[in-house]
Each structure stands twice: as C-alpha cells, then as structure tokens.
C-alpha cells in the first residue's frame, strides 16, 4: 500500500497548487448554484401540491452539490489521456506497480483536491449567505462524513473505468460524455431523485449513481434516518468492489491488445 499511498499523497500535492483553477470553479458552480435555486423557488411558489422534499432541503441539497461538484466522476485523467495517446503508457507497464492501484491512486487524489480547495469557501458562503443548512443532527454529519467516503470510492472507480477506455478510443471524449451524462442526471445533480416518478425509484435504488450524490445530501439533511448508513455504505462499496473487478478485467484486456509506437 506504501507507494500507492506515496502517488495518491504526491498527485494531491500537486493539485493543490491549481488555486486559480479553483477559484474560477468556486465562482462559476456559485452561478450556477443560483440559477437552480431560483428555478426550484418559481417551482415551490407556483405549485400547491405536496412535495417529496421541502424548498429549504432543496436548497442544501443544491448547495452541497455545487460545493462537491469536482467529485464526480465526469471526465477523464488528461495525463492517462496523453500517456495512451502518445504511447509513453508502455512506461506505465515497466513501473513494478499494479497498473489498476495506480490510476485508482490518481483518480482519488484528483477527485478530493478540487473538491476540498472549492467546497470551503462554499460552504462559508453558502451557509452564510444563501441558505445552506447545517447537518440536521451530529449523527447525520457522521452518517455523512461515511457515505462521502462511499461516494469517494465509488467515484474513483469510475474514473478509472473512463481512463482504461482510453485504450480502445482516439479521443476519449465520447465515453466520458456518456458517463458525465448519466451520472449528473441519475445521481440527483440536477434534479433530487425523490421528484423522479415513483416508476423511477427502484431502478435508481439499485444503480450506483446515487451514492454519489443522493445518498450523502439526504443524509446530512436528515431525509434519510442516519441508521440508515450501514446499508446505503454496503450499497456503495458492492457497487465499488464490482466496479474494480470489470475494471481490472477490462484493463487486462486492453494491456493486451494495447499496440504502442514502435510495437
């Protein structure tokens, strides 16, 4: 575990430094942030009908979304992109490492970095300013605080899923289009799943997407009970552990028929 740990620490580090880039972000998910929060107000005040959730849920479920944003798995590592375009990913193979530990290595580190350097200030704003609530009691913040860890996971399997696609694809752009598509509309970032047609409601229980959004927000709002946390975390790793199993078989075939410059 000490040298993945070792490129997970190092590839944190490193993403740190991209304050800039983070600052853009903060403001650019900021705008956005407002945007849906006006439209879900027009929605409250223009329906008298029963809601699955309330308008000041839905605004801490927004916000938390806007502050976790970069978590998501909806693109691809551009340096895996550049080390399978340019061939240079034969080196990758030489390294004494498990290829697999070591991009899920980087895909965690490139998920939290981001996320950490735009999620304080929002959530100093946010709670300020624009109505993002506190954990609706401490054993929700620690109900949240395991399911992020879930989402983490789950995340990073995915994005290492997207990087080992790289083999079979020129650009890459196709399969991370796909994949962000899924994930923003079946985690609940753009709309909570509790609005979707109760139809709808065993197929996104089952997915894995809604552990990466859902589940954490309406845990620390409460909506879900915290004792809940041992079956939706369950529900998170199966899906991670299942993950990191196509991955790994998807990768041993891609090292196989993968044909670099000069071979």
């Known amino acids: 575990m000490t040298p993945y740990w070792a490129i997970l620490s190092a590839r944190f580090r490193t993403l740190l430094q991209y304050r800039a880039a983070a600052a853009a972000g903060f403001g650019t998910q900021l705008f956005w942030g407002l945007i849906r929060v006006m439209i879900f107000e ?21 916000w938390l979304g806007q502050a976790l944003l970069a978590m998501l798995p909806w693109n691809y590592d551009r340096d895996v992109h550049a080390l ?5 990913v034969a080196y990758e193979l030489l390294r004494p490492l498990d290829l697999y530990w070591h991009w899920y290595a980087r895909a965690m ?8 350097l735009r999620a304080l200030p929002m959530f100093i704003v946010a709670g300020l300013f624009l109505g993002l609530q506190p954990p609706d009691s401490w054993a ?4 949240w605080i395991i399911s992020l860890l879930g989402a983490l996971l789950l995340s990073a399997a995915i994005t290492t899923l ?9 650009a890459g752009d196709g399969m991370a289009s796909l994949v962000s598509t899924l994930v923003v509309i079946l985690s609940g970032m753009v709309v909570p799943l509790p609005f979707f047609p109760d139809w709808a409601q065993s197929i996104l229980n089952f ?22 946390i041992l079956g939706l975390f369950a529900h998170q790793l199966a899906w991670t552990l299942a993950l990191v199993a196509a991955s790994r078989h998807v990768l041993r075939r891609g090292t196989r028929r ?6």
Do not use: C, K
């Not at 399978?84 to 240079?88: H, I, P």
């Not at 993968?258 to 071979?263: D, K, N, R, T, Y």
């Open 207 to 228: 997915l894995p997407f809604r552990g990466l959004v859902d589940v954490p927000f309406r845990l620390y709002m409460g909506h879900l009970p915290p004792g809940d």
């Open 162 to 170: 997207i990087n080992i696609s790289l083999m079979w694809t020129i």
């Open 42 to 62: 027009a929605f409250y005040r223009s329906t008298t009908s029963a809601q699955p959730m309330s308008y000041q849920e839905v605004v801490t479920y927004i």
């Open 109 to 116: 580190a490139w998920r939290v970095a981001p996320a950490v």
């Open 140 to 143: 929700s913040l620690g109900a």
């Open 258 to 263: 993968l044909v670099v410059q000069g071979g």
């Open 84 to 88: 399978v375009r340019s061939g240079n």
